[in-house]
């Protein structure tokens, strides 16, 4: 069994920042990429970021320049830094993991359970 834990989320004025934090744990052998979705009020779950395991990374166009994601893989933790926040990244965001659990297996999506980010005055 894989846990995906998140954390980081809150409320932020516009052009404030954020990290969000997602901790992997369970029976892992190796994950792949790791990434961040969300979904806002009303809309479809959407890519935000996602960093392979060997860190390369790619990001949806609206929030290039302004999120970084990273990771450590010693700690199969995943990062989300979030600048210049606008109300339209007002969402929550979800951390999901390619996992192999064996040597052999075919990896599988994991996700967290998600944490909201409010950008608000």
């Known amino acids: 069994q894989v846990q995906l834990v998140e954390s980081g989320g809150g409320l932020v004025q516009p052009g404030g920042s954020l990290r969000l934090s997602c901790a992997a744990s369970?029976?892992?052998?190796?994950?792949?990429?790791m990434g961040w979705y969300r979904q806002a009020p009303g809309k479809q779950r959407e890519l935000v970021a996602v960093?392979?395991?060997?860190?390369?990374?790619n990001y949806a166009d609206s929030v290039k320049g302004r999120f970084t994601i990273s990771r450590d893989n010693a700690k199969n933790t995943v990062y989300l830094q979030m600048n210049s926040l606008k109300p339209e990244d007002t969402a929550v965001y979800y951390c999901?993991?390619?996992?192999?659990?064996?040597?052999?297996?075919?990896?599988?999506?994991?996700w967290g359970q998600g944490t909201l980010v409010i950008i608000s005055s």
């Open positions: 369970g029976n892992i052998f190796s994950i792949n990429a």
């Open positions: 999901n993991a390619a996992v192999q659990v064996t040597r052999w297996g075919t990896p599988f999506d994991a």
């Open positions: 960093i392979t395991s060997g860190l390369s990374t």
